[in-house]
């Protein structure tokens, strides 16, 4: 089954807690971006990849890391969580070029920072 | 800072009658619109996309676009229990350094009532 999956599927941690978000796709898509959802904002952009090291910051990068080490992996880091991190987190992916906007979202993780 | 708004809503409709969801961006330099929807819970999916003045029908759904108005909408016909949903408008700025960039508004809430 084509999916995109998201590891852990909820979180709760504490201030200053590393943590790791993991995002894996088997569709061989090239494109992944991280997204953040929160209530009267709609999906912001964290970052995204274009391909296996290539990574660039979308709207609102400040306290994530990515890297793309592989084309199927997608991790989101966030070296020490704060309280305003706490989200709802959506890992996409899509092909490139014209479909590169047809994106298909992870189930989601609920990230609550204390 | 290019943005898409939505009504928040919520949009009531009765089953059977036609759900109307309006969605409107500031740069008249866009390219590529999208309707996304999500169900409570769940992850946002791609039902459709337009990305020329004028109507674009998919089963029950059509997509306007009225790019010298700057507004792009989403005509459900013969709603069902089953469209009860939040549905987000995303738009691909043209011209930008981001690739595969959605901006997304921040959703309506559409529930259909029998």
């Known amino acids: 089954e084509a999916q995109v999956t998201q590891n852990p599927r909820y979180l709760i941690t504490v201030t200053g807690k590393k943590l790791t978000v993991t995002c894996s796709q088997n569709m061989n898509h090239e494109y992944m971006s991280w997204y953040r959802q929160d209530p009267g904002l709609g999906l912001r952009q964290i970052y995204y990849?274009?391909?296996?090291?290539?990574?660039d910051k979308g709207d609102v990068p400040e306290g994530y890391k990515v890297s793309r080490k592989e084309k199927r992996n997608f991790p989101l880091i966030l070296e020490s969580p704060s309280p305003n991190q706490t989200s709802l987190y959506f890992c996409?992916?899509?092909?490139?070029?014209?479909?590169?906007?047809?994106?298909?979202f992870g189930p989601g993780t609920r990230l609550t920072v204390l | 800072q290019k943005e898409v708004e939505q009504n928040s809503g919520p949009l009531s409709v009765p089953e059977g009658a036609i759900a109307s969801l309006n969605c409107t961006y500031s740069d008249r330099v866009s390219q590529s619109f999208f309707w996304y929807r999500q169900y409570s819970g769940k992850s946002p999916e791609l039902i459709m996309s337009?990305?020329?003045?004028g109507d674009k029908e998919d089963g029950r759904f059509t997509a306007q676009l009225n790019k010298a108005s700057q507004y792009v909408s989403l005509l459900i016909r013969d709603s069902q229990p089953s469209d009860s949903a939040t549905y987000l408008c995303?738009?691909?700025?043209?011209?930008?350094?981001?690739?595969?960039?959605?901006?997304f508004g921040q959703g309506t809430i559409l529930t259909v009532h029998p």
């Open positions: 996409a992916s899509s092909r490139a070029g014209a479909s590169v906007y047809t994106q298909y």
């Open positions: 995303a738009v691909r700025y043209a011209g930008g350094t981001s690739y595969g960039k959605l901006t």
């Open positions: 990849s274009m391909n296996v090291e290539v990574t």
């Open positions: 337009i990305y020329s003045n």
